[in-house]
């Protein structure tokens, strides 16, 4: 995954002490490479590589966009002059985070070097005004837990955005024809969200599946990777070469289309007409960073795209998702619930203490044909959210809760405990949403929350935590500011 690449503009205001703001420039440049977080600064575009007036506008526009940046800081070193931060971030479109250094006390003759938290307050009103969504983090200092945590926040909420708006998702047959869940419009997300569906045809691709399995010299290692990392207990060396077929037929054809996510229609007359079912292959290559939804579930596969993007770290470092049913509660402890499938967990995610790991037969469609990975997920931090909408409304489910024990299970599987299982289980049946989440390990609402900022047209919907829970975690309740 991309790098991202922040646009850095300090702004400082005519009066106000000059020298501090310099100060300042240099301190926040030094903390963000403390942060391994890549930038271009505005150096170049005057003396002081700050904006200060109106003639530093388009010198800014056209630096921050020969570079390519995928957003914007417009730190305000001292108040600030708002009305040229929003031409730049109005010129530019791009996400937009504010923030200023907390004021020290006055000097000794009651003058005071920045006023940076007013000037927060006149460019986030301008902002409201000319209708440029905008994230902040709390006036603060630099080594302030909640100033890390804000710009963490931020640059994940941005890659969300980026990777979700234009993203491609492959798919692969039509959906089953009793699936009315996965019904979706795809002309709305593509004037909505500029998401292109690319299909092929079931039939093409087992036919694929069978010339990759014969001729291609890449089945062997593929066949002996998987057979090196789990016991195949149904199926053997034919599933073997099928699975790995597959896995290279999905990867070729996401690099080849520039595909971000895909969804398979991965029963009835795919599995029928190939003889096994491609549970584990979609797990191969989910954990190569391509999201594959079963059931052609095309909003799973955009959940799993955003969640993938907001579990990223800044060097781009991506976890593994999961799409799992949301599929019974635990039988004796009422707040935890199994997220579980057929076999599509990525098997990076697998328990070391999972004894019985295998690729097995399917365990609830007859005849159970083979593919299916058998195996418990590692335990943790885990969260989950469904993109769904209905009536041309979208909104994204979000939760967060931890592993706990609970029965045995074959396909694959975690339980995952929350706080109030009931408050999750009505927004989920009285809202847009379907029994299928994308999971990943780690603790992720936050980024989701505001990533929603920067798609227009999608609103946040969280469990738990609440939205004011959320709000107060990054306003830094918790924290030193």
Not at 200 to 221: F, L, N, S
Not at 352 to 357: I, Q, W
Not at 441 to 463: N, Q, W
Request: hydrophobic share 40%; proline share 6%; glycine share 10%.
């Amino acid at each position: 995954m991309k790098k991202l690449t922040l646009g850095l503009a300090p702004v400082r205001r005519f009066c106000f002490s000059k020298e501090d703001s310099h100060r300042y420039k240099k301190l926040l440049e030094d903390r963000l490479k403390e942060l391994s977080v890549d930038f271009v600064n505005l150096d170049g575009i005057n003396e002081e590589g700050l904006l200060i007036g109106r003639s530093d506008v388009k010198p800014a526009v056209d630096l921050l966009k020969k570079a390519d940046v995928d957003c914007v800081f417009f730190p305000h070193v001292n108040f600030g002059t708002e009305d040229v931060v929003a031409d730049v971030a109005k010129a530019l479109g791009k996400p937009v985070l504010l923030w200023g250094p907390r004021d020290e006390n006055p000097m000794p003759d009651g003058i005071r070097l920045r006023d940076t938290q007013c000037g927060l307050f006149a460019t986030s009103n301008v902002f409201k005004k000319r209708g440029i969504p905008f994230t902040y983090i709390t006036n603060s200092r630099l080594d302030a837990p909640v100033f890390e945590r804000g710009l963490k926040n931020f640059l994940a909420a941005v890659r969300v955005s980026r990777g979700f708006l234009n993203a491609r998702v492959g798919q692969i047959g039509t959906r089953p024809g009793n699936f009315h869940t996965v019904i979706i419009n795809e002309q709305e997300l593509t004037n909505r969200f500029g998401v292109e569906i690319v299909p092929v045809g079931v039939g093409r691709v087992i036919k694929a599946i069978g010339q990759i399995a014969k001729d291609d010299p890449r089945v062997p290692e593929e066949s002996e990777k998987i057979r090196s990392s789990i016991r195949v207990a149904k199926g053997g060396d034919e599933v073997l070469r099928k699975t790995a077929a597959f896995k290279l037929f999905m990867e070729d054809w996401a690099k080849n289309e520039g595909l971000s996510a895909i969804a398979v229609y991965c029963h009835d007359e795919f599995a029928e007409d190939s003889g096994f079912y491609s549970c584990f292959a979609n797990g191969m290559l989910t954990d190569m960073g391509i999201p594959v939804a079963c059931e052609t579930d095309i909003h799973g596969a955009l959940s799993s795209v955003i969640l993938q993007n907001a579990a990223a770290d800044l060097t781009g470092d991506f976890r593994p998702v999961f799409l799992a049913d949301m599929t019974i509660r635990h039988p004796s402890n009422n707040n935890a619930e199994l997220l579980w499938h057929c076999g599509n967990f990525p098997f990076s995610l697998c328990d070391p203490a999972c004894a019985d790991a295998h690729i097995g037969g399917h365990c609830n469609i007859p005849p159970g044909l083979p593919g299916t990975g058998n195996f418990r997920i590692k335990g943790g931090d885990l969260t989950v959210t469904r993109f769904d909408g209905q009536n041309g409304e979208y909104s994204l489910f979000m939760g967060q809760g931890k592993s706990t024990d609970g029965p045995y299970n074959q396909g694959s599987y975690v339980w995952m405990e929350v706080p109030n299982w009931p408050l999750w289980e009505e927004k989920l049946i009285c809202g847009p949403y379907i029994h299928h989440v994308s999971g990943v390990h780690g603790h992720f609402s936050a980024a989701l929350y505001e990533a929603t900022k920067y798609i227009p047209g999608l609103k946040p919907d969280p469990a738990q935590p609440t939205e004011e829970e959320i709000r107060a975690y990054l306003r830094g309740d918790d924290v030193n500011v």
